[in-house]
């Protein structure tokens, strides 16, 4: 399995919701990602996990809470989010911490926010 | 700061031209620096790195340190090449990649 997988692939959540965002990886990487990109942005990193633990939180506001349960699993919770988070969400992995042999994409979550 | 430019949002060309997709980035230890492509309605996909000094797809791409760039070329383009290009730079010793601001290529047939 060469492929990072994230479910859902399209959610359209209200302000008042709470949902999560799944990301899944078989290859053994120890290091996991999440991004956003908007509409024609380069990707932005958001957190970065490298053995199961948060070693990266690029100020992100709290209202996106990550989590590793293990090392193939890497959630991101939604709570309480505003119409400028709709954006495409990214998870990647890399075969060792640092990423020198680059990245491995999923196809992203894209998020609506009403 | 470290920073990533890619100058030209759109680059047009026809079949069989050469490309240069340009990239210029500013940091002051050892980078690492990638291009990553994103065809239409596909993930983003890692196309090449500096370290590894590889051809892919035809596509090269070379660091030159003293002018700190890292331009992607190819001396015949196709059609299928047409996509979005991001130069990106990973900081040494680090896990975060830092991406540029992409570049469209569209190549006509």
């Known amino acids: 399995d060469t492929e990072v997988t994230q479910t859902p692939k399209h959610l359209v959540m209200g302000m008042t919701n709470k949902k999560s965002l799944k990301c899944e990886q078989h290859?053994?990487?120890?290091?996991m990602y999440w991004y956003k990109q908007k509409a024609k942005k380069p990707p932005e990193l958001m957190f970065v996990y490298s053995y199961e633990k948060l070693s990266i939180n690029e100020s992100v506001p709290s209202r996106f809470s990550p989590e590793c349960p293990n090392s193939s699993l890497l959630n991101l919770h939604l709570h309480a989010l505003q119409p400028e988070d709709s954006a495409l969400y990214l998870c990647a992995s890399s075969q060792l911490q640092g990423g020198s042999y680059g990245y491995t994409f999923g196809s992203g979550t894209r998020l609506t926010v009403v | 700061a470290q920073r990533v430019t890619q100058p030209e949002k759109l680059l047009s060309v026809f079949k069989g031209a050469p490309v240069e997709l340009k990239c210029n980035y500013s940091y002051s230890g050892s980078p690492e620096l990638f291009w990553y492509v994103q065809y239409s309605r596909q993930r983003l996909q890692l196309l090449l790195r500096?370290?590894s000094r590889e051809s892919i797809k035809g596509f090269t791409a070379d660091l030159n340190k003293g002018e700190t760039s890292f331009h992607l070329k190819k001396p015949f383009a196709q059609e299928e090449d047409s996509a979005m290009y991001y130069c990106?730079?990973?900081?040494?010793?680090?896990?975060?990649?830092?991406f540029g601001t992409g570049t469209r290529l569209q190549v006509f047939p």
């Open positions: 290859m053994g990487h120890r290091a």
């Open positions: 990106a730079l990973r900081k040494g010793n680090t896990d975060k990649l830092i």
């Open positions: 500096h370290i």
